[in-house]
């Protein structure tokens, strides 16, 4: 018996590995390496300055000076998430430098051209993506140390002290937390195939449990990220190029294409965490038109290549909802309905979260610029009118709870 559990165990870490998924950290890159080969110290060097750089009034001079590399000598898949973050960074930074109406609507070659070679090696956008600055932007202090905020570093930041790392930081701590609940994906699947509704039932629990973990690691974020600052500086090096009227046609990425391209700004939006227990638990996210289920088929596109096989993946697993609906059996239930509980309470923080850092702010500031820009607010990474999706996402986690069916 004792030898069945621990074969499935092993099993079940070669499914997470073949899709890049980590025991400890998850979806988030393990280890992130902090240097590149000499040749590339260029890259690394201004991505650690940016915010010394605008300040300076500089930051455009140093990047429009970086040499043209080949990505040649990138042939390590950490290698190339380092550069990707690196040039991720300079790029925002480049295109929006002190955060004002002085926008750059074209990325000089010598950027746009290892940018786009790398993205293309990764399957990512040309754009700073959460897989960059929250995935694979962090690090232990003491490598041997546990993954806590007191333990932990950000690799590049942002203007906003000491924002970048709280909501970096925050981000990938709330992912690791509820990864915990993604970790019971292979007793899940095996529950089904077997019609094991005990397993079942408690590996439901465990989702439930880890969620509401989640949650508290969620709450955290009040010490560590200031509204005022979150929203007048950090938010505009996260923003995108699709949708923003700022660069109504996008960024135009000189020496690889000829018509600038519209990419959404970086958003938690693009983890995989929530779009997984979504597929776990059978929730309906994707189906039925709008701009809600746009939106996150969009976002989707903007993870990591294994990341997206893994979400196809479990849409094509047996569906552990419609075997709890087909038990007729009152605990199970139950226990499937503590876990979409503890998912759409998660949200319902989200929520607050939304109000407390984006809509609040932007009403104060009304006061003093107009309903237009309040309009602007509203409209997420991607151009959506975010706080619409963000209910309807809300409201199909919340429809799918089985009490009274
Ligand atoms: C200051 C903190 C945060 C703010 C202001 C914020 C804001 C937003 C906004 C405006 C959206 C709508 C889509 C978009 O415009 O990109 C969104 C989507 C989303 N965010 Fe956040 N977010 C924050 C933190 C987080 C964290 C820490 C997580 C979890 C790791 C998270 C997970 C998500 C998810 C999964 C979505 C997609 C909708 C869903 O599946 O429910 N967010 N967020």
């Not at 005990?198 to 969620?211: F, G, H, M, P, T």
Request: proline share 5%; glycine share 6%.
């Amino acid at each position: 018996m004792a030898q069945n559990r621990t074969s499935s165990t092993e099993s079940s870490w070669e499914i997470f590995r073949k899709y890049r998924i980590d025991q400890e950290v998850g979806f988030a890159l393990p280890n992130p390496l902090e240097e590149l080969p000499e040749k590339y110290n260029a890259w690394i060097l201004t991505a650690k300055n940016l915010t010394e750089l605008i300040e300076a009034g500089q930051l455009r001079e140093e990047v429009e000076k970086l040499p043209m590399l080949s990505t040649d000598d990138l042939q390590e898949y950490e290698q190339q998430c380092l550069a990707h973050l690196a040039l991720g960074c300079i790029t925002m930074a480049y295109v929006w430098n002190r955060g004002d109406d002085d926008v750059q609507k074209v990325l000089p070659s010598n950027i746009a051209v290892p940018y786009c070679e790398l993205s293309e090696k990764l399957g990512l956008p040309p754009i700073l993506v959460y897989a960059d600055c929250v995935l694979a932007n962090w690090k232990k202090k003491d490598p041997s140390g546990p993954m806590t905020y007191e333990n932990m570093d950000i690799l590049f930041s942002f203007p906003g002290g000491d924002c970048s790392k709280g909501f970096f930081l925050i981000s990938l701590l709330v992912e690791t937390a509820a990864f915990s609940a993604v970790k019971r994906v292979p007793t899940i699947l095996s529950a089904v195939q077997h019609r094991d509704k005990e397993s079942l039932r408690q590996a439901l629990l465990d989702i439930a449990d880890c969620l509401r973990k989640a949650r508290k690691v969620f709450e955290e974020i009040h010490g560590y990220v200031d509204p005022d600052l979150f929203y007048n500086v950090l938010r505009k090096y996260l923003s995108g190029w699709k949708g923003n009227p700022k660069l109504p046609d996008g960024l135009l990425y000189e020496g690889v294409w000829d018509e600038p391209k519209q990419f959404a700004g970086g958003s938690a939006g693009q983890s995989s965490i929530f779009q997984c227990l979504d597929a776990l638990l059978g929730i309906q996210q994707t189906t039925g038109g709008g701009p809600a289920a746009e939106f996150i088929k969009e976002m989707r596109t903007y993870m990591p290549p294994a990341h997206q096989d893994f979400l196809r993946f479990l849409e094509t697993c047996p569906s552990a909802r419609e075997f709890v609906l087909s038990s007729d059996d009152a605990d199970l239930k139950e226990a499937y309905d503590n876990s979409v509980q503890a998912l759409v309470s998660l949200r319902n923080y989200h929520l607050g979260i939304v109000k407390t850092y984006i809509l609040d702010p932007a009403k104060m500031q009304s006061g003093e610029e107009k309903t237009e820009q309040v309009g602007q607010e509203h409209r997420g990474t991607g151009g959506t009118d975010f706080m619409s999706v963000l209910k309807t996402v809300r409201m199909k986690t919340m429809q799918s709870l089985l009490k009274d069916r």
